[in-house]
């Protein structure tokens, strides 16, 4: 039996897992978004006429929808 106290891991394989988890989390990514300034707000500046991106219902999800009477339309 092991406790809340016993590692499970050594320590090499414990800091791996940390180098492994801040590169799928992409922080240094984050970190250098974080610091890029903010967009402009003038109306003016923004980019040309965006389409809205489409939205694909499945006929599972409609399914489920219709179960607890959430209509999709």
């Known amino acids: 039996m092991t406790s809340s106290y016993d590692d499970l891991a050594t320590p090499a394989e414990m800091h791996a ?5 801040g590169v799928n989390l992409r922080l240094e ?9 903010a967009p402009s707000l003038h109306f003016d500046e923004q ?4 389409p809205k991106r489409g939205i694909e ?3 599972a999800t409609a399914r489920l929808a219709a179960a607890i009477h959430f209509h999709l339309d």
């Open 29 to 37: 990514q984050a970190a250098r978004r974080a610091t890029r300034p």
């Open 47 to 50: 980019p040309a006429e965006q």
């Open 57 to 59: 219902i499945s006929e």
């Open 17 to 21: 897992d940390c180098r492994a988890a």
